[in-house]
């Protein structure tokens, strides 16, 4: 394996179930983790089989929906949300989204 350089202005923006994502580091780099910058916008509530997230509060504030839980999000906080925890976002939030292993579109799972 070869080592991944990426700045984010030269990242595409593209629109996920949580809002707009840059995907700094992704699954077809080979990477065991995948790192995502996202600005969240209208969130769809989901959850993953197999993926664990972190996410990194940037800049911003929001809330954190976790199955029956509401966190609030202010900047330099992390939340852990392991394999199968209901999750959605709102509020006007920049994050890094740490994905273990690397995100799966295919384990990304639509709630309701």
């Not at 609030?72 to 949300?81: A, G, Y």
């Amino acid at each position: 394996m070869r080592p991944v350089a990426r700045r984010l202005d030269d990242v595409e923006k593209e629109r996920s179930v949580c809002g707009f994502r840059q995907r700094l580091l992704k699954k077809d780099d080979g990477t065991p983790a995948s790192i995502t910058y996202l600005a969240v916008y209208e969130a769809e509530c989901h959850y993953h089989n197999e993926t664990t997230e972190f996410y990194y509060v940037l800049e911003g504030s929001g809330k954190l929906h976790l199955d029956d839980e509401t966190i609030d999000l202010e900047p330099n906080m992390v939340v852990w949300i392991p394999p199968g925890v209901k999750h959605s976002a709102e509020g006007d939030v920049k994050v890094l989204v740490i994905c273990v292993p690397a995100f799966d579109a295919d384990d990304q799972h639509l709630v309701g």
